[in-house]
């Protein structure tokens, strides 16, 4: 932080959380994808609240395909790292 004109001016793109503490959501356009996932995945699991769990696991299988999809377009617009969908993130529904 500095002062520049009398306003005080973040320099860096860091959030107020401790980076000890949390080193990678400190900065500000991680915190803020991270924000942006969650809202994306509220409406998603709504989708599958209620629905009994079978031993073949379908339920969870097309919980996690719609998660999966759902993060695609974030990997297409450039937002998560990688060479492939599936070096940039990986879904776990279990």
């Not at 998603?44 to 209620?50: F, I, K, M, P, S």
């Not at 993060?71 to 998560?80: C, E, G, S």
């Amino acid at each position: 932080m500095q002062t520049y004109y009398g306003q005080i001016i973040s320099k860096s793109f860091r959030t107020a959380a401790d980076p000890a503490v949390d080193p990678i959501f400190n900065q500000a356009n991680c915190y803020r994808l991270r924000m942006q996932i969650i809202s994306l995945a509220g409406p998603v699991g709504a989708q599958y609240l209620g629905k009994p769990l079978d031993g073949k696991r379908e339920i969870e299988g097309a919980y996690a395909s719609d998660l999966a999809a759902m993060m695609l377009p974030l990997y297409n617009a450039k937002a998560l790292f990688g060479e492939t969908p599936a070096d940039a993130f990986q879904v776990d529904a279990g």
